[in-house]
């Protein structure tokens, strides 16, 4: 078991800044990636950003302005958001895969990003 807790979470006016954090604990050994979901009203759940051991990824409509880093030796994976937009509000998700199932098994509370215009 798992468990991933966000914070970092705000108000912010369109061209802020935001960081978000998620701490991991638990059985880490059994994850092999970690992950930024996000989830607005009436719209379906997306990726935001992941990484590995040797990789990142980002979803095009978040490349040049988020960044995903981690900290091996505190557990946690931040996301650095920078030149926010009214349209990146939503709830956002940390999650974590799974090794035995390759699949986003742990999930946190998720943390509100509120981009005013």
């Known amino acids: 078991q798992v468990q991933l807790v966000e914070s970092g979470g705000g108000l912010v006016q369109t061209g802020g800044s935001l960081r978000l954090s998620c701490a991991a604990s638990g059985n880490i050994f059994s994850i092999n990636a970690m992950g930024w979901y996000r989830q607005a009203p009436g719209k379906r759940r997306e990726l935001v950003a992941s990484?590995?051991?040797?990789?990142?990824n980002y979803a095009d409509s978040v490349k040049g302005r988020f960044t995903v880093s981690r900290d091996n030796a505190k557990n946690t994976m931040n996301l650095q958001m920078n030149s926010l937009k009214p349209d990146d509000t939503a709830v956002y998700y940390c999650a974590a895969r799974r090794v035995v199932t390759m699949s986003w098994d742990y999930w946190g509370q998720g943390t509100q990003v509120t981009v005013s215009s």
């Open positions: 990484l590995t051991h040797d990789d990142t």
